[in-house]
């Protein structure tokens, strides 16, 4: 979510800060954000007193824990509604930890008993999250706030999936579903993380080792003969499900069996058949496959199609929901992988194991992202939606451009999903989330789908509950309340990573619920990664609470919350490692201005954002402090003052700064608009550092200290008309400092701050481009006496005086270069004295070039400074000399190694080719000092 609020509206006025608080000599944290959440609930109080006409909504973190950093990454009047969402499974899984940890467990509890627990946790957390949000300086409106479990939600939930239902697009059917034993329930795609499987083909899965992603290769005897066929397979446990073994039709190798049946010996009174079905890949492995409908999708769509051939034979599994074998006989209930072993052993001691494929390899392995346990395909009878009909129409919003992406690259994402039109598994077999309203009737049979049964007997309420993303989608839907409300104002804004599974779903059930599409805007943010261009990890222990970040937090207490996490031993152990490797000293305090600075200085829009968190950080306070002393500087230019009021000025510096505002102002809303965050901080960032303050601040200081009252006066208005403007657009990243020193610098009263009062055509009359071309040549000037100054490490009090060569076709206006000049380059050292076409060569005179610019700048050593001058060269002429010294008793020593006849070979050579690079590096040195 970008916390960016720009609202645009005049709160009431409360002051938020005291007068004594300006006595405060440097930048203060816990000054800035004592009343954060006032500040923060502002934005409530003037929504209940105005119509919004620009709505968003915020992307609901789970109830599972804190935010993390990803969460945080996130001129019209605009309503940004906060929400939450219960995270079925995610909050189901904690809790269960929590349980375990505490010697308890789900399946000895009861359903009110564990929901119980769910509860205090999910209250516990969204209570945190809230007071995150509100210190990051999110402007939420609260009043208005959701959670997919409240009584308003659960009634819309129930009401939509009964609705559906009748209109047959949810039904009862059975599918291949990814399952997790350990969890006991269904999952999402987006529940599945994969794994890399290592060369050596095993994997620590919690305490265990796993083989897999190895093809054995099995005999399957053909019906009546010794003859057989090998078939590969990396799942030999599921032979007891076998069903038929098919093959492509137009492989060549087995033309002549098709039809036949085979026997394995595992199963010998089961006689399988031999299918054709082009899904077979000949190239992979023999080119004969083992189809075991219960346990692979692929197996299952080859199964369906050929299901005439099989109607004497039915479906088994091998597997339960347990991850135990069953129907095996002699393995029934042992774990499945320790079935596997046993499998393979028996197939030996059968002879019908005929070792392992080494030209297979397999890259990944399925896991839950919840359990870290190995997802388990299984055929279940669960509840489906079909999607075909609203994918298509969702597809075609975007592709028309009812629906705009940013950036718009990203938009493949969406419709690579919608082409995707597979039926939706909606089932969980959770505790924790909206029951499904369906009930069995037991004398008939049947399925009952309704929003409220009543005096119907023998009635049994399904115990699955709804994926989390159903409720989820209906977000717009349900906070949308206003009929009159034109959607096209709305936007979306999430992760990319989740475009799917979040963004799609809500896009097609508005098209199918109210014939309309929920927002006209979608933008997705790139996926936070560490500095190491790691995903964020609880387990990689690489997840930093954005509370770190503005609180600071010592190494130790890092640790200390880890070994205190939900965490298994050898996670904590990787956590802590990798906490140490990354923080050796904590996080230092920085605030929320700082963090939202470092956020945002990245590319959001990028699919990934590596973020150097830390030290970011840092410059964004090194960036608040800048911006602290900024304002102590117009303070003192004020208090200088009698009477603050706003003077006009004839100085082309001056008309120079405010060109370069509306310059600012303008680039910063294009921006905006683009939803380029961070070329529009980038943006201010910039201005700040370098024209207000390192060059405009700049001309000024000499009237501070010769106390010249009326350019002092001068200066004070042009700052003041340049600070309110920047301040107000900066306070949309960073809106606790500049919101603090807008009210306190400028006497304003809390919430002053409005948008209205940068709008670029409010200031295009400023713009003159061609001053600041000419502003540009003068910075370039002072920046090239800086660099022979460096370059010859002179002392900064050296002055030179200088001539502007012109070269070439200039454009410039030579009064304005004078004019400008006059005031920016004696901040260098510099005084240009003339400016000329061409110049005759004084002896007396050095080139200097300006690049980037047609044009030579000549310098002169002022006579004051002559001696200063020659004492500078006088050192640096001995550093050289010095170095010259010492190279050559290196040279020395080489020699000397070489010349020693005791000296091993190897080290004449060695010796011999540092001699050579010395005297290189000497050879240099000497035509560089001549």
């Given amino acids: 979510m970008i916390i960016i609020s720009r609202n645009g509206i005049r709160r009431p006025r409360r002051c938020f800060y005291s007068t004594a608080s300006s006595s405060t000599s440097s930048f203060n944290i816990d000054e800035v954000t004592r009343n954060y959440e006032e500040r923060t609930n502002f934005a409530s109080e003037n929504y209940r007193k105005r119509g919004t006409f620009y709505r968003m909504i915020l992307p609901p973190p789970n109830v599972t824990g804190k935010l993390h950093l990803g969460h945080a990454l996130t001129g019209n009047i605009a309503e940004w509604i906060p929400g939450f969402d219960h995270a079925g499974i995610a909050t189901q899984a904690v809790v269960e930890k929590m349980l375990e940890k505490s010697g308890k467990s789900r399946k000895s509890m009861s359903r009110a008993e564990f929901l119980r627990e769910c509860e205090v946790w999910s209250d516990k957390c969204s209570s945190e999250i809230q007071r995150q949000l509100s210190?990051?300086?999110?402007?939420?409106?609260?009043?208005?706030?959701?959670?997919?479990?409240?009584?308003?939600?659960?009634?819309?939930?129930?009401?939509?999936?009964?609705?559906?239902?009748?209109?047959?697009?949810?039904?009862?059917?059975?599918?291949?579903?990814?399952?997790?034993?350990?969890?006991?329930?269904?999952?999402?795609?987006?529940?599945?993380?994969?794994?890399?499987?290592?060369?050596?083909?095993?994997?620590?899965?919690?305490?265990?080792?796993?083989?897999?992603?190895?093809?054995?290769?099995?005999?399957?005897?053909?019906?009546?003969?010794?003859?057989?066929?090998?078939?590969?397979?990396?799942?030999?446990?599921?032979?007891?499900?076998?069903?038929?073994?098919?093959?492509?039709?137009?492989?060549?190798?087995?033309?002549?069996?098709?039809?036949?049946?085979?026997?394995?010996?595992?199963?010998?009174?089961?006689?399988?058949?031999?299918?054709?079905?082009?899904?077979?890949?000949?190239?992979?492995?023999?080119?004969?496959?083992?189809?075991?409908?219960?346990?692979?999708?692929?197996?299952?769509?080859?199964?369906?199609?050929?299901?005439?051939?099989?109607?004497?034979?039915?479906?088994?599994?091998?597997?339960?929901?347990?991850?135990?074998?069953?129907?095996?006989?002699?393995?029934?209930?042992?774990?499945?992988?320790?079935?596997?072993?046993?499998?393979?052993?028996?197939?030996?001691?059968?002879?019908?194991?005929?070792?392992?494929?080494?030209?297979?390899?397999?890259?990944?392995?399925?896991?839950?992202?919840?359990?870290?346990?190995?997802?388990?395909?299984?055929?279940?009878?669960?509840?489906?939606?079909?999607?075909?009909?609203?994918?298509?129409?969702?597809?075609?919003?975007?592709?028309?451009?009812?629906?705009?992406?940013?950036?718009?690259?990203?938009?493949?994402?969406?419709?690579?999903?919608?082409?995707?039109?597979?039926?939706?598994?909606?089932?969980?077999?959770?505790?924790?989330?909206?029951?499904?309203?369906?009930?069995?009737?037991?004398?008939?049979?049947?399925?009952?789908?309704?929003?409220?049964?009543?005096?119907?007997?023998?009635?049994?309420?399904?115990?699955?509950?709804?994926?989390?993303?159903?409720?989820?989608?209906?977000?717009?839907?349900?906070?949308?309340?206003?009929?009159?409300?034109?959607?096209?104002?709305?936007?979306?804004?999430?992760?990319?990573?989740?475009?799917?599974?979040?963004?799609?779903?809500?896009?097609?059930?508005?098209?199918?619920?109210?014939?309309?599409?929920?927002?006209?805007?979608?933008?997705?943010?790139?996926?936070?990664?560490?500095?190491?261009?790691?995903?964020?990890?609880?387990?990689?222990?690489?997840?930093?609470?954005?509370?770190?970040?503005?609180?600071?937090?010592?190494l130790e207490d890092m640790i200390k919350r880890l070994k205190e996490s939900a965490l298994g031993k050898k996670e904590i152990e990787l956590a802590i490692a990798d906490t140490e490797k990354r923080f050796p000293e904590g996080i230092r305090k920085c605030g929320p201005d700082a963090l939202r600075f470092a956020l945002l200085k990245y590319d959001i829009l990028s699919s990934d954002i590596p973020l150097d968190i830390s030290n970011v950080a840092l410059e964004g306070l090194k960036f608040c402090n800048k911006l602290w002393n900024l304002a102590a500087y117009y303070e003192q230019l004020s208090s200088k003052c009698e009477v603050i009021k706003d003077v006009d000025s004839d100085k082309l510096i001056d008309e120079w700064i405010m060109s370069r505002l509306s310059s600012t102002i303008t680039q910063v809303d294009e921006n905006m608009k683009n939803y380029s965050l961070h070329l529009a901080l980038s943006t201010l960032h910039q201005f700040i550092n370098s024209d207000i303050c390192d060059i405009y601040l700049e001309t000024t200081k000499r009237a501070l200290w010769s106390n010249d009252l009326n350019r002092i006066a001068e200066a004070r208005s042009s700052l003041q008309r340049v600070l309110q403007p920047t301040l107000v657009q900066l306070s949309a990243f960073m809106p606790f400092v500049t919101e603090y020193l807008y009210e306190r610098i400028f006497a304003r009263e809390k919430g002053s701050i409005n948008f209205d009062v940068v709008k670029p055509s409010l200031f295009i009359f400023h713009r003159n481009p061609e001053l600041e071309k000419v502003m540009h040549l003068v910075t370039a000037l002072s920046a090239a006496t800086r660099s022979l100054r460096q370059k010859l490490e002179l002392s900064p009090k050296l002055v030179f005086r200088g001539v502007l060569e012109l070269t070439g076709n200039q454009d410039f206006s030579v009064s304005d270069i004078k004019m400008l000049a006059k005031d920016v380059t004696p901040v260098s050292g510099l005084e240009v004295t003339e400016i000329v076409g061409s110049f005759e060569k004084d002896r007396e005179y050095i080139a200097c070039p300006v690049p980037g610019h047609n044009c030579v700048l000549w310098l002169k050593i002022e006579e004051s400074s002559r001696n200063a001058f020659l004492e500078s060269l006088d050192k640096q002429l001995e550093k050289t000399k010095q170095r010259k010294n010492q190279f050559l008793a290196k040279m020395e020593s080489y020699q000397a190694i070489i010349d020693n006849p005791n000296t091993k070979p190897s080290n004449v050579q060695k010796s011999r080719r540092k001699l050579e690079e010395f005297s290189k590096s000497c050879g240099k040195c000497s035509r560089r000092n001549r």
């Fill in 135 to 554: 210190r990051m300086g999110a402007s939420l409106n609260w009043n208005n706030k959701y959670y997919t479990l409240d009584t308003e939600f659960s009634k819309f939930v129930e009401k939509t999936f009964c609705r559906l239902y009748k209109e047959e697009l949810i039904y009862r059917g059975e599918r291949i579903v990814h399952w997790c034993p350990k969890l006991g329930s269904t999952l999402s795609s987006q529940e599945v993380d994969k794994i890399d499987i290592p060369e050596n083909g095993i994997i620590q899965i919690g305490n265990r080792k796993i083989s897999a992603g190895k093809m054995h290769n099995v005999k399957y005897y053909i019906d009546g003969s010794e003859e057989y066929i090998i078939v590969g397979t990396t799942r030999p446990e599921t032979i007891f499900a076998d069903i038929a073994i098919a093959v492509h039709p137009n492989d060549p190798r087995y033309n002549n069996i098709i039809g036949k049946s085979v026997i394995n010996r595992l199963i010998p009174n089961r006689k399988l058949l031999i299918i054709a079905d082009e899904a077979v890949l000949m190239n992979k492995g023999t080119g004969a496959v083992k189809i075991t409908p219960y346990h692979d999708p692929l197996d299952f769509e080859i199964y369906q199609r050929h299901e005439s051939n099989f109607e004497n034979s039915s479906i088994i599994e091998c597997i339960d929901k347990d991850g135990k074998m069953k129907n095996t006989g002699i393995f029934d209930g042992l774990d499945r992988f320790e079935g596997r072993e046993k499998t393979i052993e028996q197939l030996k001691l059968l002879e019908s194991y005929s070792g392992i494929d080494e030209t297979f390899k397999s890259s990944h392995v399925n896991i839950c992202s919840r359990t870290g346990d190995i997802i388990e395909p299984r055929l279940m009878e669960q509840w489906f939606m079909d999607v075909k009909d609203m994918y298509q129409r969702s597809k075609e919003a975007i592709e028309t451009g009812k629906i705009k992406i940013f950036p718009e690259y990203q938009s493949h994402r969406l419709i690579d999903w919608f082409e995707n039109q597979e039926p939706w598994c909606l089932s969980r077999q959770l505790l924790w989330g909206h029951r499904i309203p369906a009930y069995y009737k037991n004398l008939e049979g049947k399925w009952i789908v309704a929003e409220n049964i009543e005096n119907e007997k023998d009635l049994v309420q399904d115990e699955d509950v709804l994926d989390t993303w159903f409720s989820s989608s209906l977000v717009p839907l349900i906070k949308n309340n206003s009929p009159q409300q034109n959607p096209s104002l709305q936007l979306m804004e999430t992760g990319w990573d989740i475009s799917g599974f979040w963004v799609s779903r809500m896009i097609g059930m508005s098209l199918k619920l109210t014939n309309d599409v929920p927002f006209s805007q979608v933008v997705l943010h790139g996926l936070v990664r560490d500095s190491e261009g790691r995903k964020m990890s609880k387990s990689l222990g690489n997840v930093i609470d954005p509370l770190d970040i503005l609180d600071g937090i010592k």
